[in-house]
């Protein structure tokens, strides 16, 4: 086994991938899923909302926008409906990098993250904390002269300083070229979309699990977009970006698509 790899505590890739009903986590991460979801009951609703957002969102810049290159940072473990599977969907020659520095992710991914011939779907091992190697190395598969959805979904919320976070997105923005866009989802503690829970869930994660987590309010979740045009409906929570019906309901996760003037 990969020596990067612990067992013995929790990880943020496979408790996700336990909350979305998937295979690939282990006792310890279930166990510390099991209590966040004690600590707040709709932490499963988040994440199958948050995945239910990006099929939206990609399948929009793919078959509305024309968007055919994806760096989609942050991966997590494979489930169903990845990024590439949604894009190549619309468009089999859709090109797509994932971006994450988790080695049980990266081995999953290289077995099962497997596009059309048609397209790429390529890897990369880097950490979100360092977006001019990810930049340099997604210029191997994408052409930075062309426009790219960048797809920052519950990543930023493991960068713990706000300024830090805001130059991570300025450089990937800046790396881009007009007609991009950003696709962003951040928890949130904020009691219009019922957050109030997050708070002692996160408390807990941050003394059980890793990567450590914040949440973060409106203001500094709009200023990631500093500089973008936003499409509609705005900042939102991510289940109610683009609904498939006007009854969906709210999740403590805000959501939002900016597209680079």
Not at 49 to 63: C, E, I, P, S, Y
């Amino acid at each position: 086994m990969n020596d990067r790899i612990r067992t013995d505590v929790a990880h943020n890739a496979r408790v996700w991938n336990y909350w979305l009903g998937g295979k690939d986590n282990y006792p310890v991460d279930r166990a510390v899923g099991d209590q966040v979801t004690a600590f707040y009951p709709s932490i499963g609703e988040v994440a199958r909302a948050d995945r239910a957002f990006l099929g939206r969102a990609v399948t929009h810049l793919a078959a509305e926008a024309g968007v055919r290159q994806f760096l989609d940072i942050g991966t997590g473990l494979p489930t169903a409906d990845n990024t590439h599977e949604v894009a190549q969907r619309v468009a089999p020659d859709a090109r797509i990098v994932y971006v994450d520095n988790d080695p049980i992710v990266l081995t999953h991914a290289r077995a099962l993250l497997t596009g059309t011939p048609e397209g790429r779907t390529e890897y990369v091992d880097a950490d979100a904390h360092d977006p001019e190697r990810i930049v340099a190395a997604a210029a191997a598969t994408l052409d930075l002269s062309r426009p790219v959805a960048v797809m920052m979904l519950g990543i930023l919320n493991f960068v713990l300083d706000t300024e830090e976070a805001r130059s991570i997105v300025r450089t990937l923005m800046a790396a881009v070229p007009s007609g991009s866009y950003l696709v962003l989802t951040h928890p949130t503690l904020e009691p219009e979309l019922g957050g109030e829970g997050n708070k002692a869930a996160m408390a807990f994660w941050n003394e059980n699990a890793t990567p450590p987590i914040t949440a973060r309010d409106r203001a500094e979740f709009v200023s990631f977009l500093d500089g973008l045009d936003v499409l509609e409906p705005g900042v939102v929570s991510c289940a109610r970006w683009r609904p498939p019906s006007a009854a969906g309901h709210t999740v403590a996760q805000f959501g939002a698509v900016g597209r680079k003037p």
